[in-house]
């Protein structure tokens, strides 16, 4: 399950059925120890986002921005594919998934 966070700092969010109750989220850039901060003042719910769930958040943006493929290769591709020039080769193709598939068993172990 995932849980999408957006919106600005210090901007409300009311939630239905919560008896009109409000929920600010606040980005509190002085907590350098990387730990989230809980704040509790007038009955309201308060969450703090250290400095590293910034981060994630704009390169989380950044991330969403790039594009899904590279175009030009594509299309170098599908030109290819039409005039009879692809030339599919099998033993580079192998080596390149096993390649990805050892960097992402090098990821698992980190996580």
Known sequence: MSVEIS????????????GNK?????????????????TESGGGDKVSLTDTATRLQELESHIASLPVADVQHVTDVQRSLAS????????EAANNLLTQERDFAL?????
Do not use: H, M
Request: hydrophobic fraction near 25%; avoid cysteine; aromatic fraction near 4%.
């Open 22 to 38: 409000t929920r600010a989220v606040e980005q509190n850039k002085s907590n350098s120890s990387g730990a989230p901060q809980r």
């Open 7 to 18: 919106g600005l700092p210090s901007r409300s969010v009311s939630s239905a059925g919560d």
């Open 84 to 91: 009879g020039s692809f030339q599919f080769k099998p033993v």
């Open 107 to 111: 990821i698992s172990e980190q996580g």
